[in-house]
């Protein structure tokens, strides 16, 4: 099993900067990506950003975000980020942390993803 904290969101004004955080524990040498995914309310849930866990740091993000957002990972610390910047209403969702044991590609899809965090509330105000 594997155990995901989601931490750093809040209430920002458009335009600006948050960093959300996800700290993995337990069997993290299972993990083979890890990916950010949010769900606004009345909405499914959507990819955002993905990373491979180990080796080199293949990213992938949502047409939305590419430009504004940036995922990393710090393994010595079994972390991964999620850098928010010129945010936007739209961008108004919980976001949630994911870890995936295997994907065969499919770095988007919800249901490639083995284990997910509690969730994380982003709120940008206009």
């Known amino acids: 099993q594997v155990q995901l ?3 750093g969101g809040g209430l920002v004004q458009a335009g600006g900067s948050l ?3 996800c700290a993995a524990s337990g069997r993290t040498f299972s993990i083979y990506a890890m990916g950010w995914f949010r769900q606004a309310p ?3 849930r959507e990819f955002v950003a ?3 866990w180990s ?4 990213t992938f993000y949502a047409d939305s975000v590419k430009g504004r957002f940036t995922i990393s990972r710090d393994n010595a610390k079994n972390t991964v980020y999620l850098q928010m910047n010129s945010l936007k209403p739209e961008d108004t969702a919980v976001y949630y942390c994911a870890a995936a044991r295997i994907l065969l590609g499919a770095y988007g899809l919800p249901g490639g993803y083995d ?5 994380t509330q982003v709120t940008v105000s206009s």
Do not use: D, P
């Open 5 to 7: 904290v989601e931490s």
């Open 55 to 58: 080796g080199s740091s293949t």
């Open 19 to 21: 960093r959300l955080s």
């Open 42 to 44: 009345g909405k499914e």
């Open 50 to 52: 993905a990373i491979n």
């Open 115 to 119: 284990y997910w965090g509690q969730g």
